[in-house]
């Protein structure tokens, strides 16, 4: 029963050193090395600068005005009392969402223009952590 658990995905005692080695080493060509790394580093950590945040905060705001949108649409096909109340809800959550979303947009841009102004436009502070 011990080969077939660890065969499941459960770790056993050497194939979790397996797996982490695994995942340290990474195999491409020469030149996309440093791409590939950068790519992984970014997607750990999304909201390392201003414009990766804003950015964010762009696509979100679209989402939900698209959900907004559907919902809309299911406001209408809806019959039941209890259903349309309930996408009324999410309608004016989906609404609330907007709108902090859009207030988190222009504060994100607020803080551009003032490293802007206090660093220079094409200098960027990077953290060394």
Excluded: W
Excluded at 16 to 38: D, F, N, W, Y
Excluded at 60 to 85: C, F, H, I
Excluded at 98 to 110: E, I, K, P, T, Y
């Amino acid at each position: 029963m011990g080969k077939s658990s660890e065969r499941r995905g459960q770790p056993g005692k050497n194939r979790g050193k397996e797996g982490r080695k695994a995942k340290e080493r990474i195999v491409c060509p020469a030149g996309k090395l440093e791409i590939e790394l950068k790519m992984q580093k970014e997607a750990l950590r999304p909201f390392d600068t201003i414009e990766s945040a804003l950015e964010f905060m762009t696509l979100l705001e679209k989402v939900a005005a698209e959900a907004s949108e559907e919902l809309e649409g299911a406001l209408e096909e809806s019959t039941n009392e209890r259903n349309r109340n309930g996408v009324r809800l999410a309608i004016y959550k989906i609404g609330q969402l907007s709108s902090h979303v859009h207030q988190s947009r222009r504060l994100l841009n607020d803080l551009m223009l003032i490293r802007g102004v206090l660093v220079g436009p094409k200098t960027q502070i990077n953290d060394a952590s």
